[in-house]
């Protein structure tokens, strides 16, 4: 049985605001719950320099980003602490070894209980940083996905996505393809499924993944925030 955890002791108490959670530490690796909102790694800019990456390395020592989650995007991020468990970890993640499962709010009835989303991916060259749809030139990305709950009252249905590929703003995209956006998308969704929440409905609820160093298998919840 791999290690399930939903909270961790820290240390030191973290600044007030400072825009994520500790869900696991240990001597190699942190786990943290992001905030939406939060650029994982800086941006393009002085006004982007600001990041989780900055942040959680002024509080821990050494720590560095292994992978990312868009900005919007809430939930569990992985960081190393030294450049062993960042090289070991790393490789999980382009060997796809790694397990993620997202929860995301989309505007209306899906109607089906469970699919496979199969649409290659490529960034648009006029409107960046969209991503579009490219059979020829695309990048494969592949999204399973299963229908959690339906709320017809509010015309949304909660879904658990679960990323074969890893490409940059997949489940935005594909979610969108299968017609139905997430709530608060700003950048796929349409104005009035914009609107619909404060934020971007979608959550990194949990990630898993081989201790470098002790070989067990650990599997890090969140709970969805929305």
Request: with cysteine; proline share 5%; charged share 25%.
């Amino acid at each position: 049985m791999g290690a399930v955890a939903q909270h961790a002791s820290v240390d030191q108490p973290l600044p007030e605001g400072i825009g994520f959670r500790v869900l696991w530490s240990d001597r190699s690796l942190l786990v943290l719950d992001k905030d939406s909102g939060l650029l994982s790694v800086p941006g393009i800019g002085e006004d982007k320099a600001d990041c989780l990456a900055s942040r959680a390395a002024r509080c821990f020592r050494g720590a560095r980003i292994v992978h990312r989650l868009d900005r919007d995007t809430s939930g569990c991020i992985v960081m190393a602490l030294d450049a062993r468990t960042h090289r070991e970890l790393s490789v999980q993640f382009q060997d796809r070894t790694v397990s993620k499962a997202y929860e995301a709010l989309v505007h209306g009835i899906v109607a089906d209980s469970e699919g496979l989303i199969d649409l290659p991916l490529r960034k648009d060259l006029v409107n960046t940083p969209l991503q579009v749809v490219d059979h020829v030139h695309g990048r494969s990305a592949q999204t399973s996905w299963r229908v959690m709950s339906r709320d017809a009252e509010r015309n949304t249905t909660r879904l658990e996505l679960l990323p074969r590929t890893g490409r940059s703003h997949q489940l935005r995209v594909h979610c969108r393809e299968l017609g139905h956006a997430i709530l608060g998308d700003d950048l796929y969704a349409l104005p009035a499924v914009r609107a619909m929440a404060p934020r971007l409905c979608l959550h990194a609820r949990s990630v898993g993944f081989t201790h470098p160093t002790t070989g067990e298998r650990m599997n890090i919840e969140c709970p969805t925030p929305f």
